[in-house]
T-cell receptor, first 113, second 112 residues
Framework: EAGVAQSPRYKIIEKRQSVAFWCNPI?????LYWYQQILGQGPKLLIQ????????DSQLPKDRFSAERLKGVDSTLKIQPAKLEDSAVYLC???????????FGPGTRLTVT | DQQVKQNSPSLSVQEGRISILNCDYT??????FLWYKKYPAEGPTFLIS?????DKNEDGRFTVFLNKSAKHLSLHIVPSQPGDSAVYFC???????????FGTGTRLKVLA
């Protein structure tokens, strides 16, 4: 079974630029999560999708972050414009249903200079 | 406000000995707890979980203990192996939400 795929693996941008991350969950998984992990901290949930609907985006900085999950499969997370404090690893996870085990992708390491 | 705390950033243990990783939480509404393991350049992988109705859960070399009165859980690895060297995160969720709050992680190094 293929795992959660994410791209790119690494991205370096300057502040005020835009960036987008892509996630392909495990086939058949209805629930998809985006987490932000700042160096030295644990992952923090940004947004949770159930199929193509948003379940929880209470911790997503909506003035600059946006996410979508078209057709209930792949998802993209966008930051526009980026700030220095957005430097982090962005992890995508998926689960069969929301109460099931979450499987994480390898993450995208973003550096904002 | 750090609701899940792992106060030891790192731990070194000799191969074959027991590793004990600790986690404290402040939110009494948490009723489901998990441990994840993370290798460099990989995403976290699920290790073991425990519901608040239990005080112990075992899976092979891994055992998680939950002390609800102390709001404390621990992960025991016996015997420790060099391949166990990784960062371990505890996480908690409340009320069947399955929205995980993660601790800051403990880096375990098992010395051969």
């Amino acid at each position: 079974e293929a795992g959660v795929a994410q791209s790119p693996r690494y991205k370096i941008i300057e502040k005020r630029q835009s960036v987008a991350f892509w996630c392909n969950p495990i086939s058949g998984h209805a629930t998809l999560y985006w987490y932000q992990q700042i160096l030295g901290q644990g992952p923090k949930l940004l947004i949770q999708f159930q199929n193509n609907g948003v379940v929880d985006d209470s911790q997503l900085p909506k003035d600059r972050f946006s996410a979508e999950r078209l057709k209930g499969v792949d998802s993209t997370l966008k930051i526009q414009p980026a700030k220095l404090e957005d430097s982090a690893v962005y992890l995508c996870a998926s689960s069969l249903e929301f109460e099931d085990e979450q499987y994480f992708g390898p993450g995208t390491r973003l550096t904002v200079t | 406000d750090q609701q899940v705390k792992q106060n030891s950033p790192s731990l070194s243990v000799q191969e074959g000995r027991i590793s004990i990783l600790n986690c404290d939480y402040t939110n009494s509404m948490f009723d489901y707890f998990l441990w994840y393991k993370k290798y460099p350049a990989e995403g976290p992988t699920f290790l073991i979980s425990i519901s608040s109705i239990k005080d112990k859960n075992e899976d092979g070399r891994f055992t998680v203990f939950l002390n609800k009165s102390a709001k404390h859980l621990s992960l025991h690895i016996v015997p420790s192996q060099p391949g166990d060297s990784a960062v371990y995160f505890c996480a908690a969720s409340a009320g069947g939400t399955y929205k995980y709050i993660f601790g800051t992680g403990t880096r375990l190094k098992v010395l051969a």
